[in-house]
């Protein structure tokens, strides 16, 4: 299985190097040459099977024999042992027809934890294979830094360091990041906000000189392996639902479009998905380019759901490619004209987006409602990203139709401030992570500028110190 580049204008890479690659060389993103698809029987046959034997299923097409069946299934199966609880995303009915998809079962509980865990093993795998080391490094709204960094600490051939937005994440993110005390996983809190901080990591993947001198790897959901990691969670509910007998729909909340992506990815192998639907907070660039045909950006205003506190959404270049019937020089002048002016019309493939997706965004107050509704209704307690989606389910999908799954992102646990203010109690962190607010801090603290992150990011690594 060969990638190639949204773009069109970067080498094929194959499943190995897809790994360790991140953004492509000519700025754009890698997606698989053909969509591997799955019978009805192996879907039908994922009911009721271990998370990781379906993990192996899904991902092992995309991968070209490159790695087995079995080597995922036993990484698959290692990646999730350290989650807490058994089916690793347990589904949860919250409404006769609308269930909650768990995803934050992981060490920093968010779903972010699904594809990082076991995107930390293939790396590896791939590095030791190799011979080589790799420098990490992205950009995180919240959750991808602490994710990245839980799955990487202590990695014999990565290093890892993470960007995040200067007093923009929770107390309880940001420590994520900072009090792992391994010498290889490194935070590092930027003067600006979270596009600011995802602008410089462009930028490095585009500094080709200093993404060799460092040998540059991605790990945010411009990681194809990420979303690939992501599909199996969508074929693991449809499954418990009835597919491929009857279909299911999906509301998803999204920040870069990586998880929904994956969501579509799985549609295009064969899952019945009949929406999928994507849930916003006021920072609602989606929603409103489904409206208008029109995807223009705007500033970015702090929401008690920061994961989601995004205006450029990375992986909706993936869709597009895709939407446009893999037009890369159609690619090339919607992503320059998103450079120059700030945004771009959609063209014709506005009518194809209105058919495969729905979009709503939930305002702070909407959020607080769904929150104590959903709550009184059932005793369920939904994080504020959560709640977003249950929101954009109620509003998009009412209550009929196929059986709705509303993934559940976040733990609340993680934004114990929002969830005091709205529900006046503060959710508790689970027995292992008890001593994650008195552990000592280490971070340092950079100006948005691209010189002084590349020359901090150079000065840490193991693998130019190997080079020189
Ligand atoms: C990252 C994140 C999202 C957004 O996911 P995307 O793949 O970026 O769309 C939503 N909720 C939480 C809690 C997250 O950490």
Redesign the pocket.
Same mark, same amino acid.
């Given at each position: 299985m060969n990638y190639i580049s949204t773009r069109g204008e970067a080498p094929l890479l194959g499943f190995e190097d897809v790994v360790l690659a991140g953004l492509a060389r000519d700025g754009g993103l890698y997606v698989p040459e053909t969509w591997p698809t799955l019978s009805p029987e192996k879907i039908a046959s994922f009911a009721g099977m271990p998370f990781a034997d379906v993990a192996a299923e899904v991902i092992a097409p995309f991968t070209g024999g490159a790695i087995t069946r079995d080597e995922l299934r036993a990484m698959a199966a290692d990646a999730y042992s350290g989650f807490g609880h058994s089916a690793v995303t347990p589904l949860v009915q919250i409404g006769p027809n609308r269930f909650v998809l768990e995803l /934050?079962h992981g060490p920093t509980l *968010? /779903?972010?934890d699904v594809a990082m865990q076991l995107l930390a093993r293939l790396m590896e795998r791939v590095l030791a294979a190799r011979g080589q080391r790799a420098t990490i490094v992205g950009a995180t =709204?919240?959750? #991808?830094g602490g994710a990245a960094i839980e799955a990487f600490r202590g990695s014999p051939h990565v290093d890892v360091a993470i960007l995040f937005p200067e007093g923009r994440v929770s107390d309880v993110q940001r420590r994520m990041m900072t009090t792992p005390t391994e010498g290889n996983v490194h935070a590092i809190s930027v003067r600006g906000n979270f596009d600011d901080c995802q602008s410089l990591v462009k930028a490095m993947f585009n500094d080709h000189g200093f993404r060799d001198r460092i040998s540059l790897a991605g790990v945010n =959901?411009i990681n194809w392996a990420r979303i690939a990691a992501?599909v199996t969670y969508y074929f693991v509910a449809g499954a418990a639902l009835g597919a491929p007998f009857r279909p299911v729909s999906f509301v998803?909340? #999204?920040?870069? /479009?990586?998880?929904? /992506? *994956?969501g579509y990815v799985a549609k295009r192998m064969g899952l019945p998905i009949e929406k999928l639907v994507i849930a916003s907070n006021v920072n609602d660039i989606l929603p409103r380019t489904l409206d208008n045909g029109a995807y223009q950006m705007r500033g970015v205003v702090a929401t008690s %759901?920061p =994961?989601?506190d995004?205006q450029i %959404?990375s992986?909706f270049e993936r869709y597009l490619f895709e939407a446009s019937g893999r037009d890369a020089p159609f690619i090339r002048a919607k992503m320059s004209a998103l450079r120059e002016t700030g945004g771009f019309d959609l063209g014709p493939v506005k009518d194809a987006m209105r058919r495969e997706f729905g979009a709503s965004a939930a305002s702070e107050q909407d959020v607080a409602e769904a929150i104590m509704r959903t709550r009184a209704a059932t005793g369920y307690v939904a994080?504020p990203?959560t709640a977003c989606a249950i929101v954009a389910a109620e509003r998009v999908l009412g209550e009929g139709g196929a059986p709705q799954v509303v993934l559940s #992102? *976040?733990h609340p646990a993680?934004f114990p401030d929002a969830m005091e203010d709205i529900t006046g109690e503060r959710p508790g962190l689970p027995p292992r992570l008890s001593t994650l607010m008195t552990d000592k801090e280490r971070f340092t603290t950079i100006d948005n500028d691209i010189a002084a992150a590349e020359a901090h990011v150079e000065a840490l690594t193991r693998a130019t110190a190997e080079r020189t």
């Open positions: /934050f *968010a /779903f972010k =709204s919240g959750d #991808t =959901s992501q998803v909340p #999204t920040g870069n /479009f990586g998880d929904i /992506f *994956a %759901s =994961s989601m995004i %959404s992986n994080d990203h #992102t *976040a993680k």
